[in-house]
């Protein structure tokens, strides 16, 4: 009884902290949330800043971030190129890594050091010459179409070693046991691929599945590159068409930001435990 | 027989690493060689022109050049302000959150979802406290966009902020790995809240911060929504860092400094990786 008060007392300060520290990572979010719900010229001239949204408040911003904004069309686009991105990914890495698990062929060292060394080899670093490539073959181009778009955004990223060592590594956690056992069941390698190595490694691929996801929907310098109209735009490029210069739409923008944040935060609250083990992998064993 | 089945084994295996490899090939490789490329010919500003051999002598030129150390030097502030900032706030994050309290799950995820934030939301999301037109904070002078002392630091502070759900989850990650028993032993030993953290619990998830560390480093290296949203490079050109005055150059006659800058942005990336590696592996404990 007597040691109870002090233990709750240290909750109850637990408590407080974790709050003020909340309060601390979520403010931002909520002077986004009071800019986008203000009306674009009260915020521009307002005197001194305020926390709170500026009257008149308008309640219509997330629509309007659609129907004035034009933000279906980008995230269609961002949409479609994160699910070409992911499934690519996804298939391509789970192939390469099925070779270096369990496959012995020549020059298996050097292709495994060959893929791993594009890890130092990020878009960034090559940005300036793969668009001159795709400048080159037509896909990047002031006039570039539909189909041109959605390649110059995707055919870079069809393929990327992180995934390819992350679920071989799932892949070599499988027990011989179940190998030998798959091998005398008379399963063919691709049998034993499709049947037995992906379902037992399905939370790596899960994992890696939902990290795919978030960098392909979250990238920015390379389409911002790549895509020369903006017809193609995916939502992260959308954000810049939101400027200062227009009272009028200035809300609209923070609206938008938050509106191109929701699929993630969906995910992330839906997928938790997967997400945060992919992002983990590598950090902890 | 056997010979056979080898084969068979090889074109499986290359067949299933043929798109990778493609991709590799075309994506990585090929650009990598025409960085070389650009970057010891400078290009014609007439269109098919032609090119001009300006060898090895130009590119030091490049990288010597005020150009690209101005550059590497802002891209080096950026790190400054982001990375000991990341990962001090994760640990702390991280150390409030990890502990058996009732709705501690609510805390927990409220810290891990800056994650759902692009750098190009967060920058947006920071217009809100910084812009010098509109921002809550833009009379505070060391976030003043206005300065060309403080608008990195303000293009910084989103980056902190848009990191902390990924440093929170890879440190509270870590920290749940130590075991407990050895928290109680230090305790019993007479160890205070300070020293246990210092002496049992930094060493054994140090691995974890070497990771974040790394992480951290490569992120800053790519800042660049960041940059364009928030300064556009001003004032004075005090936040174009090194990827963002990269950008800048892709026409024909730029690229030749574009190639070489970018072969200098590989060459530090690579450098740091090199160095912090074996900076870190030698205080890095690495468990079994």
């Not at chain 1, 007597?2 to 709050?19: E, K």
């Not at chain 1, 080899?121 to 041109?148: C, D, W």
């Not at chain 1, 938050?258 to 992330?268: D, H, K, M, T």
């Amino acid at each position: 009884m007597a040691t109870d008060a002090p233990r709750r007392g240290a909750a109850i300060g637990w408590y407080v902290l974790l709050s003020a520290l909340s309060l601390i990572v979520l403010f931002p979010v909520w002077m986004t949330i009071a800019r986008a719900l203000s009306d674009g010229s009260a915020t521009l001239f307002a005197r001194t800043p305020s926390v709170l949204p500026y009257s008149p408040i308008q309640w219509d911003a997330f629509s309007r971030a659609f129907t004035e904004g034009g933000l279906g069309r980008p995230l269609l686009v961002s949409g479609l190129v994160t699910l070409i991105i992911v499934a690519a990914q996804t298939a391509t890495a789970v192939g390469a890594a099925y070779a270096f698990a369990f496959l012995e062929f020549p020059f298996k060292r050097i292709v495994m050091v060959l893929c791993a060394a594009t890890l130092l080899l990020p878009i960034e670093v090559t940005l300036i010459a793969n668009i001159q490539t795709l400048q080159e073959v037509g896909l990047v181009s002031p006039s570039q179409g539909f189909g041109e778009a959605i390649g110059a955004l995707t055919l870079p990223f069809l393929a990327q070693a992180f995934g390819i060592f992350l679920i071989r590594q799932g892949f070599l956690g499988i027990p011989k046991d179940l190998r030998d056992a798959a091998q005398l069941d008379g399963y063919s390698d691709l049998g034993f691929l499709r049947r037995v190595a992906v379902p037992v490694t399905r939370p790596v691929i899960g994992s890696f599945v939902l990290i795919a996801f978030l960098s392909a929907y979250n990238q920015y310098v390379w389409p911002r590159f790549s895509v020369k109209t903006n017809r193609w735009d995916t939502v992260q490029l959308a954000l810049r068409r939101f400027g200062l210069d227009n009272p009028d739409q200035l809300n609209l923008g923070f609206a938008a930001a938050i509106i191109a944040a929701l699929p993630v935060l969906v995910l992330l609250l839906v997928f938790q435990k997967q997400l945060i083990r992919g992002l983990t992998a590598g950090a902890v064993k | 027989m056997g010979k056979r089945r080898n084969v068979r084994q090889w074109a499986l295996a290359y067949a299933l690493l043929l798109p990778s490899l493609v991709v590799f090939a075309v994506f990585a490789y090929l650009p990598l060689y025409r960085l070389v490329h650009f970057s010891l010919y400078q290009q014609s500003s007439r269109l098919g022109g032609g090119e001009r051999y300006v060898g090895f002598g130009a590119v030091w030129d490049v990288l010597s050049g005020e150009r690209f150390l101005q550059g590497t030097w802002i891209t080096i502030k950026f790190l400054i302000f982001t990375v000991p900032a990341g990962i001090a706030l994760g640990v702390l994050l991280a150390m409030a959150a990890h502990r058996r309290l009732k709705g501690i799950k609510i805390f927990q995820t409220i810290f891990s979802s800056t994650v759902a934030s692009s750098v190009a939301v967060s920058s947006v999301v920071f217009l809100t406290l910084v812009n010098e037109q509109i921002g809550l904070l833009r009379n505070v002078s060391w976030l003043s966009l206005k300065s060309p002392n403080s608008a990195l630091f303000a293009a910084a502070l989103s980056s902190v902020w848009q990191n902390l759900g990924l440093t929170f989850v890879i440190v509270l990650a870590a920290l749940q790995t130590v075991p407990e028993e050895l928290l109680e032993a230090a305790h019993l030993d007479g160890y205070g809240a300070v020293r246990r953290f210092f002496r049992v619990v930094v060493p054994l998830i140090s691995p974890a911060l070497f990771f974040l560390a790394i992480v951290l480093v490569v992120y800053g290296f790519q800042a660049y929504a960041q940059i364009e949203l928030i300064t556009g490079g001003g004032p004075l050109r005090s936040t174009e860092t090194l990827l963002y005055r990269i950008t800048k150059l892709q026409k024909n006659t730029d690229l030749q400094v574009g190639a070489s800058m970018s072969l200098g942005l590989f060459g530090l990336t690579f450098l740091v990786a090199l160095v912090q590696f074996r900076l870190l592996e030698r205080r890095v404990t690495y468990g079994n």
